[in-house]
């Protein structure tokens, strides 16, 4: 029977060895252990001997075999020598297989330790099944190494080690632990406190695993996949400083303890899909180069999710927080669809699209940008490699359609992209800080034989994207996006008219104007429920005035109407020669009382050059008495006398006008 030896090595082992196949480059020999009673270890025993040692065994007997070096036949031999004939499983005492090295295919399948078992520092050179493997008290594996069989590439399951079923009654170590090939741990059961400490997975697979203690991953290397479907924590879970370089699947993982994800690295996607966190969660300075996945997740208690890097997307649509959140992020991208906050929640995001369709929350949620890169507790300032190439660390809203934003607080976002169609309690939505919405299209267009030109003001998203479908639409509006819907001026003056009263609440009353222009600018598109004639008076108070809010625009009108007055006044209103005065009476014949009767002559209409200096002085005399309401008293015509009443009509409304949309920019 040929028996592999272990990697040479200078140093002899603390216990008596074998010394077998001792040479100048392997001066140490076998490191076997000597079996009781003889000089060589199990494996260079002769045949004899070894029969007489393995037919002492019973059931249940301690065994010690450090350093020895195991065959296939070899392993299988003991263990038979160990089987208990009533349920046919090998029964091993304390089972010391410390430094030993498995060639081939290692199966302790079905054994049961009844007492503490050590593997560390073991190698197991091809595939290892310790499949429905009962430890009823310690396991050590510390050290230990699985390296795979080449020999079995075209079986997969057969490239690594297998847990599977596996129940660890007492404390598991898999410290510094390297698995080089596949490791799986599906529905294995870990009584104990669970270390894994330093080690190294390939692909790990712990499905339905159930942890009842502590599971400590500290410092874990994942260089494949790294499946915890299902798993069950019900003490801490430890993963802080784990890189996982694959992907990291949590899917309806349950933490009943702590979860602490501090300074993790997912270098693939990460889900954690319909996972239950039971106990307070952490993931203080974990960075995701890819997707982020808490669909569905639920949060039963405190929550301090970041501050980390995410160079993609965050999803927490559908996720359940019914304790307090603290949620800092630096991402491209935020998805909150459906998401439920039964408690107070902050957001501090940088770099983010935020899409908040039809979340829920019970409680003040704030949504906050954050200028500057993260500071973590312990003074350094987060990294933020993986968003290189981002344009800028702004936060963007997409969505808050179907939201209740009675609770809701936005500071120093941009909202010019965010859909708010649909939007509950608009009117209470506070904003702070430097919260921007997107303009109208600058510069003047020509539309056909016309030039169309927008005054600067805010607009909302959806306005964009209807303008934009508009047949007669000039560049620059914004085209809706994919799934933003077709929203008209009847669903939008509503929410104009929301947003303002949110602005006066706040006292802003400049930035409601903006929102009041917008309101306005709906109704008189909107022809479904607006009325042609209110339609027109709507049309007449955007021409002369803005709505009341631009000056320019009614003192402009008012000039033209100055204009027009003198105009008039000069060709037809003033008269030829002002009227004078005549008295007229009779002496009697007698003498005696004298009765004059004064009278002045009827204005005659103008003739002749009627455009003079002296005729423009007194038609701007009227117009300027006009536009207060005062009269001139200049004699005028008949014409002369309706063109001033038709002036002192029109021109004080025009300046009231232009007065109301001054005191509207500046009022606080």
């Not at 109208?440 to 805010?458: C, G, L, M, N």
Request: net charge negative; with cysteine; charged share 20%.
């Amino acid at each position: 029977m040929a028996h592999p030896n272990p990697e040479p090595s200078p140093t002899p082992p603390a216990w008596p060895h074998c010394g077998h196949g001792t040479t100048p480059e392997n001066p140490v020999g076998c490191r076997g252990i000597h079996v009781p009673g003889h000089t060589a270890c199990l494996a260079h025993l002769s045949d004899a001997n070894r029969d007489a040692y393995l037919a002492s065994l019973t059931p249940g007997a301690d065994i010690d075999h450090r350093g020895t070096p195991f065959t296939q036949p070899l392993l299988d031999t003991l263990l038979d020598a160990l089987r208990d004939p009533t349920t046919g499983r090998p029964l091993l005492g304390d089972a010391n297989f410390e430094s030993a090295s498995f060639q081939g295919y290692a199966s302790f399948r079905s054994v049961t330790f009844q007492g503490d078992a050590y593997f560390e520092s073991a190698s197991f050179q091809g595939y290892a099944s310790f499949r429905s493997v009962t430890f009823q008290g310690y396991a050590y594996f510390e050290s230990a190494s699985f390296q795979g069989d080449a020999n079995f590439m075209s079986v997969p399951f057969q490239r690594g080690v297998s847990f599977l079923s596996a129940t660890f009654q007492g404390n598991a170590q898999f410290n510094s632990v390297t698995f080089q090939g596949y490791a799986y741990f599906e529905s294995a059961s870990f009584q104990g406190d669970a270390g894994f400490v330093s080690a190294t997975f390939r692909d790990a697979y712990f499905e339905s695993a159930s942890f009842q203690g502590d599971a400590n991953f500290v410092s874990v290397t994942f260089k494949g996949d790294a499946e915890f479907e299902s798993a069950s924590f019900q003490g801490d879970a430890y993963f802080v400083s784990v890189t996982f370089k694959g992907d990291a699947g949590f899917e309806e993982a349950v933490f009943q303890g702590y979860a602490y994800f501090v300074s993790a690295s997912f270098q693939g996607n990460a889900g954690f899909t319909s996972a239950s966190f039971k106990g307070d969660v952490y993931f203080e300075s974990a960075t995701f180069e890819r997707n982020a996945g808490f669909e569905e997740a639920v949060f039963e208690r405190s929550v301090s999710l970041g501050p980390f890097v995410c160079s993609r997307l965050v999803r927490l649509s559908g996720a359940v927080f019914s304790g307090p959140a603290i949620l800092s992020f630096a991402t491209r991208s935020l998805e909150c669809r459906r998401t439920r906050w039964a408690s107070t929640a902050e957001f501090r995001l940088r770099y983010a699209k935020v899409d908040f369709a039809h979340a829920v929350f019970e409680y003040p949620l704030t949504i906050a940008a954050v200028a500057d890169p993260f500071v973590l507790p312990s003074g350094r300032t987060m990294t933020e490699e993986t968003l290189t190439g981002a344009p800028d660390a702004s936060v963007r809203m997409a969505s808050l359609r179907g939201v209740d934003a009675a609770h809701l607080v936005l500071a120093d976002v941009d909202l010019s992209g965010c859909l708010f169609t649909g939007t509950v309690h608009l009117d209470q939505l506070r904003l702070e800080g430097t919260c921007s919405f997107d303009r109208v299209p600058p510069r003047t267009h020509w539309r056909y034989w016309r030039p169309i030109r927008f005054t600067q003001r805010r607009t909302l998203a959806e306005e964009q994207h209807w303008r934009a479908s508009q047949r007669t639409a000039v560049p620059g509006w914004n085209v809706a996006v994919f799934g933003a819907g077709n929203v008209g001026p009847a669903q939008l003056a509503p929410v104009y008219r929301a947003l303002r009263k949110a602005f006066e609440d706040g006292k802003n009353e400049p930035g409601a104007a903006d929102f009041y222009y917008g309101e306005m600018e709906m109704r008189r598109h909107d022809r479904t429920s607006t009325t042609r004639a209110e339609r027109g008076l709507l049309h007449g108070y955007w021409l002369l005035s803005g709505y009341g809010l631009r000056a320019s625009r009614a003192l402009g009108w008012l000039a033209a109407s100055m204009l027009v007055t003198i105009v008039l006044l000069m060709g037809f209103g003033l008269p030829q020669d002002s009227p004078k005065q005549e008295a007229t009476g009779t002496v009697p014949p007698g003498g005696g009382k004298v009765t004059f009767e004064i009278d002045k002559a009827d204005p005659k209409n103008p003739t002749g050059n009627r455009f003079t200096g002296e005729r423009f002085e007194k038609a701007l005399n009227v117009t300027l008495n006009s536009v207060v309401f005062r009269s001139s008293g200049q004699d005028l015509t008949t014409a002369g006398t309706y063109i001033e009443m038709a002036s002192r009509v029109t021109e004080p409304v025009l300046l009231g006008l232009a007065v109301l949309a001054v005191r509207n920019r500046v009022k606080r």
